[in-house]
């Protein structure tokens, strides 16, 4: 079958080149002419785990191309999919839409045959609806249908996850929509991997309750923690406690800096001007949003109270070690790192920082941080560490040579990755998360 995906940014390319390792036939457009040009050189324009391998491979086999000619890329596709950004509308909260209309009404204009168009991009309830309203208006004399299929991959394990979902989720309205997409997911399909046929409307919104559930399970432990600071409870210990009940279950209870990333902060504002929109208040939802609001500055604030206080820790510097959202990815977007860069920056202090793959995205977003080659680079003189990011490259960090090169040893763990009373015998002032 031939697919195209339009947009090709995290979800666009992992996805195409994960359905052409099944086999498909398929080509990726994006209107990025930079990155177009990148993915035909063989240069991936993001950082994700696997994925060069992936995208050569198939390439190479002649069942993934990419341009930027839209009408061209989905001629003689059966579905079509988009998969373009739906940023928070500057000013209000609300899913920015234009994106995903625009590409609605260039399919309209180019469709050259039977398909079934699907919303691969976090959109809102309704969404389909307007999306099959420009395509109805394009004038098109083509069968179509619109369906919803919500993307829950992760960056940093992408590649897995659309291989081996936990589940699919499909919003079809009517049979030749679900026909054509049974068959774009038989192999996996094949695979057991369960497929959910729903209506489109409950589809986007499964999307939207599941990032904004999960959103707060971090937002719950990470108040836990706070109390546990204060009370001298172990927050890891009842992050285990709670976690072992399979009604609760485990993951998602690690506390740490805030949740940032492309997807929790904006897709829980969507959901909330959906939800006033239809005046049904998510007040749980409201307070998960504005608590993980506050946190990223509180993160800052716990630096300058590890270097003694405001006054003692104007003129100081830090060094950041980590600056992505998460570990394994180049992805900056609402990374707590910048509230915690600037929270220091206004509290006068320097900072110098090293991330393994973000710098490069993070340097226009982080103008008053100097990005140096190494952690040790970063660390050199510097009077605090704080580790905002849990890369693997900084959970055996040469002590002594930390100790050696650092100004003081006062490290600021934001995401309890070493063990304190470990970190307390070998000299350092160590500070974490809702532990002792
Ligand atoms: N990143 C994630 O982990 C993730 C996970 C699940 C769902 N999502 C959702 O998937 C969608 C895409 O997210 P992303 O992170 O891949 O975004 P992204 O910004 O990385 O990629 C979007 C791409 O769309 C392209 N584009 C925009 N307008 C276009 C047009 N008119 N024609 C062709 N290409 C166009 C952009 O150039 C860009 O390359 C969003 O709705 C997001 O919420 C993202």
Redesign the pocket.
Same mark, same amino acid.
């Given at each position: 079958m031939k697919i195209a995906m &339009? %947009?090709?940014?995290?979800?666009?390319?992992v996805s195409g080149a994960c359905f052409a390792d099944f086999g498909h036939d398929v080509v990726c457009?994006?209107?990025?002419q930079s990155?177009i040009d990148r993915l035909n050189d063989g240069v991936m324009?993001?950082y994700e785990p696997g994925l060069g391998a992936l995208v050569g491979g198939n390439v190479k086999a002649g069942r993934l191309s990419f341009t930027?000619d839209?009408a061209e890329g989905i001629r003689g596709a059966s579905a079509i999919f988009i998969? &373009? %950004?739906?940023?928070s509308r500057r000013g209000d909260g609300h899913?920015d839409l234009s994106?995903?209309h625009?590409?609605a009404r260039?399919i309209g204009e180019h469709l050259s045959n039977d398909a079934v168009v699907v919303t691969?991009?976090?959109?809102p309830v309704g969404t389909g609806d307007e999306v099959e309203r420009i395509l109805a208006d394009s004038g098109t004399q083509h069968r179509f249908a619109v369906v919803s299929n919500?993307?829950?991959?992760?960056?940093g394990a992408?590649i897995g996850d659309f291989k081996r979902p936990d589940r699919i989720v499909i919003g079809a309205e009517d049979e030749f929509g679900r026909q054509i997409m049974q068959q774009v997911y038989r192999p996996l399909f094949l695979n057991e991997s369960p497929i959910l046929f729903t209506s489109r409307r409950s589809a986007e919104i499964i999307?939207y309750a599941a990032n904004a559930f999960l959103a707060t399970k971090i937002t719950f432990i990470n108040e836990i923690a706070d109390l546990c600071e204060k009370v001298g409870g172990d927050v890891q210990d009842v992050a285990r406690g709670i976690g072992l009940d399979g009604r609760i279950g485990k993951k998602f209870l690690h506390a740490g800096p805030g949740y940032g990333?492309?997807?929790f902060p904006?897709?829980t504002l969507a959901l909330l001007k959906t939800a006033e929109d239809h005046e049904s208040p998510l007040r749980i939802v409201e307070a998960v949003s504005k608590v993980n609001d506050s946190r990223k500055r509180a993160m800052g604030r716990k630096v300058v109270e590890a270097l003694g206080g405001s006054d003692a820790a104007r003129g100081k510097r830090v060094a950041m070690l980590g600056l992505t959202f998460k570990p394994n990815t180049d992805?900056m977007?609402d990374s707590p790192a910048i509230a915690i860069a600037q929270t220091l920056d206004d509290a006068g202090i320097s900072v110098s920082a090293f991330d393994p793959e973000g710098m490069e995205l993070a340097r226009p977003l982080m103008p008053e941080v100097e990005m140096v080659g190494d952690p040790y680079a970063a660390i050199e003189g510097a009077d605090a560490i704080v580790i905002v990011t849990e890369w693997d490259a900084f959970r055996a960090l040469d002590l002594d040579r930390v100790k050696a090169l650092a100004k003081a040893p006062v490290l600021v763990d934001l995401r309890n990755i070493y063990k304190a009373h470990e970190m307390r015998s070998a000299g350092f002032a160590y500070t974490s998360i809702g532990r002792p």
């Open positions: &339009v %947009g090709s940014g995290y979800v666009g390319l457009i994006d209107k990025d990155k324009p993001i930027t839209l998969a &373009v %950004g739906t940023p899913a994106f995903v625009t590409v260039e691969k991009s976090t959109v919500p993307e829950f991959l992760r960056e992408a999307k990333g492309s997807c904006k897709d992805d977007r």
